[in-house]
């Protein structure tokens, strides 16, 4: 995948090609939107070009997939490209220290060391506090590219120190011909599938993918439609105690792609 199969985001994408060909690239970067709209893609594919061993002249805001470095960033096995995420429900202090330690060390490969932090906001306050040496005074060869879906929950401190992009979401129009183009869902999918999965999105790519592949979650909207018609039926009290009684033999994950599928509608 290269910068222009990336679905939606294009300001973004410019952006940072352009800085990349100039050599602007920030010590922090924010990237920012619901979950489902590629933040962790685009962070992998901007770490991907940074990382490049053959980004010279012309290639320089983009990659060649095909060097060593790429080959490595693919695998999840570059000694420069690190990954952070909570551990059970937040980023602990003790994951933070650990990433001083590494980040202490330079580049084994290239002239960069880029680290991705996923669900920044589940920082806990001591790591958060801690966060804010490494990107007040990063060794120069660090670039943080963190990941939220909740900005409101960052500290101003973390937030003033970061270049933020802000995702938007997908245009239909885009999601649409992406699917239309892959042979992965074209075949296998008819056309009202594509359309009620785009439109149920609500913006998000791999929010209309799992409409597509997930039996589960189309199971769970035909359960909604049932709901939502024993709720408009009020003299019907019977049905309404029968879902409800359904609704509880549920398991976490089917709830929560309840809910999520709900709040859609
Ligand atoms: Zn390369």
């Not at 061993?53 to 060593?68: H, N, V």
């Not at 001083?100 to 490969?109: A, N, S, T, V, Y």
């Not at 990107?135 to 879906?149: A, D, I, M, R, W």
Request: with cysteine.
């Amino acid at each position: 995948m290269q910068f222009e199969d990336f679905v939606g985001q294009k300001d973004i994408i410019s952006v940072l090609k352009k800085k990349l060909a100039e050599d602007r690239i920030g010590h922090a970067i924010l990237f920012c939107g619901p979950n489902g709209q590629g933040k962790r893609t685009l962070a992998l594919l901007f770490a991907k070009a940074i990382l490049c061993l053959e980004q010279e002249g012309s290639k320089k805001d983009g990659f060649c997939g095909e060097c060593i470095s790429c080959k490595k960033v693919d695998k999840f096995i570059h000694p420069d490209l690190l990954f952070i995420a909570p551990q059970g429900k937040s980023i602990k202090i003790e994951q933070v220290r650990e990433l001083k330690k590494e980040l202490l060390f330079k580049p084994g490969e290239g002239d960069k060391k880029i680290f991705i932090m996923e669900d920044v906001h589940a920082m806990s306050n001591e790591a958060a506090n801690s966060m804010l040496n490494i990107l007040e005074e990063p060794p120069e060869y660090v670039v943080s590219v963190l990941l939220t879906s909740n900005l409101s929950m960052l500290l101003p401190t973390i937030l003033s120190r970061c270049e933020i992009y802000k995702f938007s979401p997908v245009p239909p129009k885009d999601m649409y011909e992406y699917f239309k183009g892959n042979i992965n869902y074209n075949v296998n999918h008819i056309e009202n599938d594509i359309n009620k999965a785009v439109a149920l999105s609500g913006g998000r790519l791999a929010k209309a993918k799992m409409f597509l592949e997930n039996d589960l979650y189309k199971n769970q909207e035909r359960e909604i439609i049932e709901a939502f018609e024993t709720f408009l039926d009020k003299k019907n009290r019977l049905a309404l105690f029968e879902w409800a009684e359904k609704l509880a033999e549920k398991t976490d994950e089917e709830l929560d792609m309840f809910f999520e599928i709900f709040t859609l509608f």
